[in-house]
């Protein structure tokens, strides 16, 4: 049986942690509005659910035992993250020169950026897989996994929205600052890659 009073506030928790993706569901509600963030946001939680279903399989216990892929994971999730950061960065000087009245992004390229940024991460599937058999009812381990990889996404839904309505609100308070908004989210970025390369690898206990 889940033990859904602990699951629920220890996963919500995880859903809420600043890192890449809800950054970037951030800087797409001060860009563009919550909606635009949260139609994205979707390309985040398609991945979310192989990546689940893989965990269950074993692949984080692979990652966790094996130093070289990991390690080939790791590089290319940092450099991906690294070069994002870059191109955030960057794109605050047209925001400058064009104007905030237009759409800095498309939908489909914004949704290409968070399915990226989520399948080059291998820190999610060891999430998936060191913190879900922990509630995992062992007679029934399939379908209590089904259970705690949806609960995960609603939870994850929920902290979507709330980032990207931080970003919105921030925006319309300085409105005026959005470029400087925008490469400070480049920074960030950047500094996940740079985070993200220098990790270690986790073990398997």
């Known amino acids: 049986m889940i033990d859904w009073v602990i699951f629920v506030p220890a996963c919500f928790a995880l859903n809420l942690a600043f890192g890449p993706n809800n950054l970037l569901a951030m800087t797409n509600g001060a860009k563009s509005g919550v909606g635009f963030a949260q139609k994205a946001a979707v390309g985040r939680l398609i991945v979310f659910i192989p990546m689940i279903g893989l965990s269950a399989l074993g692949l984080g216990v692979v990652l966790s035992t094996s ?3 990991f390690s080939v994971v790791k590089v290319i999730g940092a450099a991906y993250l690294i070069w994002l950061g870059i191109s955030l960065w960057r794109s605050a000087k047209v925001m400058e020169t ?3 009245g ?3 992004s ?3 390229r914004a949704f290409r950026r968070e399915a990226t940024v ?3 991460n291998p820190k999610a599937i060891l999430i998936f897989a060191a913190f879900f058999p922990q509630f995992v009812a062992v007679d029934a381990f399939w379908q209590s996994y089904v259970i705690l ?8 839904a929920i902290a979507i929205s709330v980032y990207a309505t931080f ?4 925006s319309a308070y300085a409105s005026t600052k959005l470029p400087m908004m925008q490469r400070v989210s480049g920074f960030m970025m950047c500094l996940f890659g740079a985070l993200l390369l220098a990790s270690p690898q986790p073990t398997s206990s």
């Open 67 to 69: 130093a070289l892929v």
């Open 106 to 108: 498309t939908v489909r």
């Open 102 to 104: 237009m759409e800095p």
């Open 118 to 120: 989520a399948i080059s």
């Open 167 to 170: 970003g919105k609100v921030a």
């Open 149 to 156: 990889g949806g609960a995960f996404l609603l939870m994850e």
């Open 98 to 100: 064009s104007g905030l």
